[in-house]
């Protein structure tokens, strides 16, 4: 089989052939009626897609691993809406296959690269901090290298939303500017607290999270969470910038209080105008980014309707968008007009009722 991957996850369709080699992200060993079968997650830069290898294949595979990569062959099909391979061969590569692979062809990274990201984020903060305290405190936690580097390659969740390398930083770039947006709308806010809170918001990610072809938790991410993280990293930082303690306990609560509930993982709920902001600014860049990523992945056919959502529990559906030139729902002539500009057509004025006709 050809080593060299031709084929990703979001050009396969219902019916396709599938012939290529993924990354395997999950693999679960299930019983069924005529014996064990894999069931796997398999994983590109472009995605990823359920696939089952059945008996007797599967019995020749008797431990599979995520991280591994799988060349594969066999056919898409649809379940309830679902799409994903019924696998008739499989070989998992060597390590000797895998150093022929362009290994960025597995790992699914934002369009935007994170140069262009951290330098739009550094302008922000240069155009908003005018109390130098806080602009002494973030850009000298943004030029840490260690946050740099991570802050640049961390995703920004495991599953759900900007999970690829960039996503973190992605995440935080717009959560920062639709603030700022906010700000604007309601001048009262006050702004610099709510950029710092923004910037640093889930910086913890970029340490509770691995990256890469397997995408899970790590052991500080687990025992200590994003936002206790997040909060040790630029401590440091936070207790020389000159900050008055008011404005410093400010920023934490920001921090503390951005998930918005407690169930939902925020140690404390959000108190202030900022804190609210923060956390709605928070959830809509999430779940724009999940809908943007659901429409993307899935052809919904003449229904516009995707398969049940666990993370937002219900079906989501895609209207029809309003067209943005009329001449696209009604041609380039959307009403008969005569020469003159204010006498019907003949074509037109044939319809109309005479006195004759009363």
């Known amino acids: 089989m050809d080593l060299k991957k031709i084929q990703f996850i979001r050009d396969i369709s219902n019916n396709d052939e599938v012939l290529s080699i993924f990354a395997i992200t999950q693999a679960t060993l299930a019983q069924a009626r ?145 603030c700022m947006k906010l700000c604007d709308q309601y001048p009262e806010l006050d702004r610099q607290v709510l950029l710092a809170g923004a910037i640093f918001h889930d910086i913890g990610k970029a340490w509770e999270l691995s990256a890469g072809l397997v995408k899970d938790y790590t052991d500080e991410g687990r025992l200590i969470g994003h936002i206790n ?60 980014a999940q809908l943007r990523g659901l429409f993307s992945d899935f052809e919904y056919g003449d229904t516009g309707w995707t398969p049940y959502q666990n993370t937002l529990g219900r079906f989501i559906f895609k209207p029809k968008m309003t067209p943005p030139d009329p001449r696209q729902f009604f041609g380039e002539n959307p009403l008969p007009t005569s020469p003159e500009g204010d006498v019907p057509p003949p074509e037109f004025s044939a319809g109309i009722p005479s006195d004759d006709d009363f």
């Open 34 to 178: 005529n014996g064990p079968y894999w069931r796997l997650e398999l994983s590109d830069m472009t995605g990823s897609i359920g696939a089952k290898a059945w008996s007797p294949l599967a019995q020749q595979f008797p431990e599979i691993a995520a991280g591994q990569m799988l060349a594969v062959k066999g056919r898409a099909s649809t379940y309830r809406d679902i799409l994903d391979v019924n696998i008739e061969h499989m070989r998992i590569l060597s390590p000797d296959d895998i150093a022929e692979l362009d290994m960025g062809d597995f790992v699914a990274a934002s369009e935007q690269h994170p140069d262009d990201m951290y330098t739009d984020l550094l302008a922000l903060c240069a155009s908003v901090f005018t109390y130098t305290p806080w602009l002494t405190f973030v850009e000298s936690a943004l030029a840490d290298e260690e946050i740099s580097i991570r802050f640049k390659s961390a995703i920004g969740a495991k599953n759900v939303h900007h999970a690829y390398l960039g996503g973190l930083l992605e995440h935080t770039l717009s959560v920062a500017q639709l």
């Open 229 to 288: 993280i997040g909060l040790e990293k630029v401590e440091p930082y936070l207790a020389v910038s000159g900050l008055p303690v008011e404005l410093q306990m400010h920023f934490k609560h920001l921090i503390l209080g951005h998930h918005g509930q407690r169930e939902w993982g925020s140690p404390v709920l959000p108190a202030t105008a900022e804190a609210l902001v923060l956390h709605y600014a928070d959830n809509i860049d999430a779940k724009l």
